[in-house]
């Protein structure tokens, strides 16, 4: 089951992936997703925070970009998943929607 706020975290996080080195944002809004994607990658095992980059900036839905992702890296798109569905949890913390 789709978890509500998961269509806006992965806004927040293709924005991310395109503008890692961001310094100036449009809004406030922007700003505050932009920290909150940060703070939860520096949670996260470098290699998986890798994979989360890899998938949110590859020009794709999601679903195929795990699987793109997957055969790229060797890794199981059921981890991969696993790596997302944490990532989308804390994220949505951050940002306080959970």
Same mark, same amino acid.
């Given at each position: 089951?789709?978890? $509500? &706020?998961?269509? &806006?975290?992965? +806004?927040?996080? =293709?924005? $991310?992936?395109? +503008?890692?080195?961001?310094?100036?944002?449009?809004?406030?809004?922007?700003?505050?997703?932009? =920290?909150?994607?940060?703070?939860?990658?520096?949670?996260?095992?470098?290699?998986?925070?890798? $994979?989360?980059?890899?998938?949110?900036?590859?020009?794709?839905?999601?679903?195929?970009?795990?699987?793109? #992702?997957?055969?790229?890296?060797?890794?199981?798109? =059921?981890?991969?998943?696993? #790596? #997302? =569905?944490?990532?989308?949890?804390?994220?949505?913390?951050?940002?306080?929607?959970?």
């Amino acid at each position: 089951m789709k978890r $509500y &706020y998961a269509d &806006y975290v992965a +806004h927040c996080l =293709k924005f $991310y992936a395109l +503008h890692q080195n961001a310094t100036a944002w449009r809004s406030r809004v922007d700003e505050m997703n932009w =920290k909150a994607v940060d703070r939860a990658l520096d949670r996260m095992p470098e290699e998986d925070a890798g $994979y989360l980059l890899d998938i949110y900036a590859t020009p794709a839905d999601v679903g195929e970009a795990v699987r793109i #992702v997957a055969e790229a890296s060797e890794v199981s798109p =059921k981890y991969l998943w696993s #790596v #997302v =569905k944490r990532a989308e949890s804390w994220i949505a913390r951050e940002r306080g929607l959970i």
